[in-house]
């Protein structure tokens, strides 16, 4: 998995681009009705919606919840390391 920035794994980023995908295939869909066919529009605007679709679905996904009965990890208590791995003598 790439190391991403944080801010790539947030709803409202998912949004934008799902508005930048409707933007781009609102062009091109636009451009294949004012013109003649082109197989370039098609595949292009659909996969924008398509990409538009997807995007939108990340949004829209909860993020996963702790389990009930398990602390915050800011509230986890690590265990002791206190006098361990000292040789003794």
Same mark, same amino acid.
């Given at each position: 998995m790439l190391p991403l920035p944080r801010f790539a794994t947030r709803?409202?980023?998912f949004g934008l681009l799902a508005l930048l995908h409707l933007y781009l295939g609102g062009e091109h %869909? %636009? &451009? %294949?009705?004012? &013109?003649p066919i082109s197989w370039t529009d098609t595949w292009k605007s659909s996969g924008a919606i398509f990409g538009a679709y997807y995007f939108t679905a990340l949004a829209a996904r909860q993020r996963p919840r702790p389990a009930l009965g398990t602390l915050p990890r800011s509230q986890q208590t690590r265990p002791s390391t206190i006098g361990a791995g000292r040789p003794r003598g």
């Open positions: 709803p409202w980023f %869909l %636009l &451009h %294949l009705l004012q &013109h």
